[in-house]
């Protein structure tokens, strides 16, 4: 399945950082509108690169903006991944999780 790795080990790679606008530019250049919550949880994601889950996400984004639904995160996360701008992670079978980075790593 496109967009899904196997994962034992954490990632080696250390956290990316962006700005806004290129955040927003890499969205649009895959097709997606640059909406704030695909900014917040791509930015997120790029920060962490703990492979978080869904649940992680969703608490650390709602703190900064109340306002996001569950829905929307997963919304947003699936929107991420079909672009390929990021990826899921199977770490745990009962558990998915994201990458940020979607490049070939460790």
């Known amino acids: 399945v496109t967009g899904v790795q196997t994962c034992a080990l954490p990632i080696l790679t250390g956290p990316i950082t962006k700005s806004v606008q290129e955040i927003a530019a890499a969205l649009t250049e895959k097709g997606l509108r640059p909406t704030q919550q695909r900014i917040a949880i791509y930015d997120y994601l790029l920060r962490h690169p703990t492979h978080p889950t869904v649940d992680t996400i969703y608490r650390a984004v709602l703190e900064r903006f109340p306002t996001f639904s569950r829905t929307t995160i997963y919304n ?31």
Do not use: C, K, Y
Request: hydrophobic letters at 40%; proline letters at 3%; zero cysteines.
């Open 76 to 106: 947003s996360l699936h929107a991420l991944v079909d672009a390929g701008l990021i990826r899921t992670v199977t770490i745990d079978p009962e558990e998915q999780r994201f990458d940020g980075n979607a490049a070939d790593h460790a």
